[in-house]
């Protein structure tokens, strides 16, 4: 089985920073994307960003210029660098990973259960 634990999250004053981490473990053969979404109750999971093996970036355009994603493959961790926090960023943070658990299977995602970010004063 394959896990991703999410971890970081927690209360930060509007322009504060926080960093999300998500470790990945169990039966991973290799780990292709891997990106963080964001929801909130009663509204849809959207992406925030995402990074591919190779280190290549994409962000939604809200958090363009805040917030920086990136992963070190041999600890198999994505990280979420957020600075200049707005109250719109207030949300449950989930980590996703698409992984081979061995050679010949096909990727498949796996996600997080989250980790809360709320940003109030």
């Known amino acids: 089985q394959v896990q991703l634990v999410e971890s970081g999250g927690g209360l930060v004053q509007p322009g504060g920073s926080l960093r999300l981490s998500c470790a990945a473990s169990?039966?991973?053969?290799?780990?292709?994307?891997m990106g963080w979404y964001r929801q909130n109750t009663g509204t849809q999971r959207e992406l925030v960003a995402s990074?591919?093996?190779?280190?290549?970036?994409s962000y939604a355009d809200f958090v363009k210029g805040r917030f920086t994603i990136s992963r070190d493959n041999a600890v198999k961790t994505a990280y979420l660098q957020m600075t200049s926090l707005k109250p719109d960023d207030t949300a449950v943070y989930y980590c996703?990973?698409?992984?081979?658990?061995?050679?010949?299977?096909?990727?498949?995602?796996?996600w997080g259960r989250g980790t809360q970010v709320t940003v109030s004063s």
């Open positions: 169990g039966s991973i053969f290799s780990i292709n994307d």
């Open positions: 990074i591919t093996s190779s280190g290549d970036t």
């Open positions: 996703n990973a698409i992984v081979k658990i061995r050679p010949t299977s096909p990727p498949y995602d796996y």
